[in-house]
């Protein structure tokens, strides 16, 4: 497809380069044209901030859906991250019903936790609608926590291949297609991505920086999308992304005191050369 357009549905938060502020830029530079809907307005992402403001958006979205029925508009992908709320979920799922292209991928980032713990404001019964949009999903990519919530498997930073395999099967459970599952180490000092797809495992193996940064999931997600709509395959997609995050890790450890985003745009003509090979 020449010139694809998707659909990405998160939040914005003004200041914290995550959501939407890192989703427009990143897959617009793959040469996608990228449609939005803000899910909810903050001044900065939750992760680290004290007293960010929340404009909650969710009843907007099913107006700005039926307008897009009415104009013909429909979308080549859908892509969704951090969303503020269970109805979210149900409204996102009626967006898929009506305004998807047939053979467009659904790509579910189920952005709700990290290191062992849910995110600010999410609950069990967060837990369970995600698993439900899960389920409807062509692409999820969940981090280990994410994927321990979402298959009800103890969190553990010890862990083996037969693990990873048990929380395989129990997302595909779930009803979702194929699993991209990022941040997965079994040897120290390095890390990776597990792709399983049609019922294949594969692992894309690359360095692990100790300097983590908030954000990197959402720059992942992001470069993920770009090379799938591209035409790519799981597996160069996600290891294309993989490599983009490392490259913006490196350049964030140049900065003093940045602690609550990636420094992904000077990294973006790296991108843009591997997305176009
Ligand atoms: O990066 C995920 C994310 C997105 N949006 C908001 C967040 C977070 C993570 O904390 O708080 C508002």
């Known amino acids: ?25 990143v897959i617009s530079a793959c040469g996608i044209e990228t449609c939005i809907l803000p899910s909810a307005v903050l001044s900065t992402h939750t992760g680290g901030f004290e007293g960010f403001t929340f404009r909650d958006l969710t009843e907007d979205m099913p107006s700005i859906n039926a307008h897009w029925q009415k104009e013909g508009i429909a979308f080549d992908g859908i892509y969704t991250g951090y969303l503020g709320s269970t109805k979210q979920i149900d ?14 991928p659904v790509i579910v980032d189920p952005a709700m936790a990290d290191h062992g713990k849910l995110y600010f404001g999410f609950d069990d019964e967060f837990v369970s609608a995600m698993k439900q949009l899960c389920g ?25 291949r037969e693990f990873i395999d048990n929380i395989l099967a129990k997302l595909i459970e779930l009803g979702c297609k194929n699993v991209i599952l990022t941040g997965i180490s ?16 594969s692992y894309y193996e690359h360095a692990f920086l100790p300097n983590s940064c908030h954000g990197t999931g959402d720059i992942y997600a992001s470069a993920f999308v770009g090379g799938l709509i591209r035409g790519k395959s799981a597996f160069d997609s996600a290891s294309l992304a993989a490599d983009y995050v490392v490259e913006c890790i490196k350049a964030t450890a140049e900065e003093e005191n940045h602690w609550y985003g990636a420094k992904f745009e000077p990294v973006l003509p790296y991108l843009i050369e591997r997305i176009n090979k």
């Open 91 to 104: 409204y996102v799922k009626d967006i898929i019903a009506t305004v998807k292209k047939a053979d467009a």
């Open 136 to 160: 409807e999903a062509d692409y999820i990519l969940p981090n280990i926590t994410e994927a321990c919530f979402l298959t009800d498997i103890p969190y553990t930073e010890e862990y083996d």
């Open 186 to 201: 079994y040897k120290e000092g390095t890390t990776g991505i597990v792709v399983f797809e049609n019922g294949e495992y």
């Open 1 to 25: 497809m020449a010139y694809p357009k998707i659909l990405t549905i998160q939040d914005i938060s003004c200041v914290g380069q995550c959501s939407l502020t890192v989703a427009l830029p």
